[in-house]
């Protein structure tokens, strides 16, 4: 019985265990659900490395340019501890999955796009889900963590509004990417949101999710 209750509970809540609650609302929310689908919009700030190998790995990847104000949309599609998310900026589409890591000691969220696969570990801080890599592979090939594309990546509850920063990075490429924004559900008014709200605050982004 119990564990056909934790299966039946969100990814990130099997992920996080007891840490859940320590979530504030608005990042609960964005990841509560176990079954069917849920769609956020927002807006993004999108920057590019300016690195030649930077910039080709960013086209190879299917990232978006770089630029202001670009409208996004997330979709997920959760079933059986899996998580499916199709993200949208402006007429750039990304895809990977989403699902919990098994026979690791360690809890962690494995992400797949395409041939790879990232694992990270999910640390809840104040009103901020910290993501960090601890591990990635290729075709099953394991590869080395300090190749491994990162950065500084979490999610935040700012006032009630739900804001994301992703960050890519490489030791090799130096910044391929980053973007930072906010999300609200698709059947909220998404009036438009002061321009303080998407602050540089402290030259942060987030990772992109393919």
Known sequence: MTQRLVDHQSLYRQ????????LPAAIRALHEMSEG??????????ERGRWPLARLAAFLAGFPT??????VEIRFACTDGREVWTRRFGDKVLRSSQQKAEDRKERLLAENFGPFRILCSLAPE??????????WSVLGLPLPLFLA????TYEEDRDGLFHFNVEVESPLTGLIVRYRGWLKPADEP????ARETLR????????VHD
């Not at 689908?37 to 999108?46: E, H, N, Y």
């Not at 594309?149 to 500084?152: A, K, L, Q």
């Open 15 to 22: 992920v996080l265990g007891p840490r859940w609650d320590r």
């Open 37 to 46: 689908t849920a769609t956020f919009r927002g807006c993004a700030v999108v």
């Open 66 to 71: 770089a630029a202001q104000g670009v409208p």
């Open 126 to 135: 104040e009103n901020r889900l910290h993501l960090k890599v601890r591990g």
């Open 149 to 152: 594309p990162g950065g500084r």
């Open 190 to 193: 998404t009036a438009p949101i």
């Open 200 to 207: 540089k605050s402290d030259n942060v982004g987030a990772l």
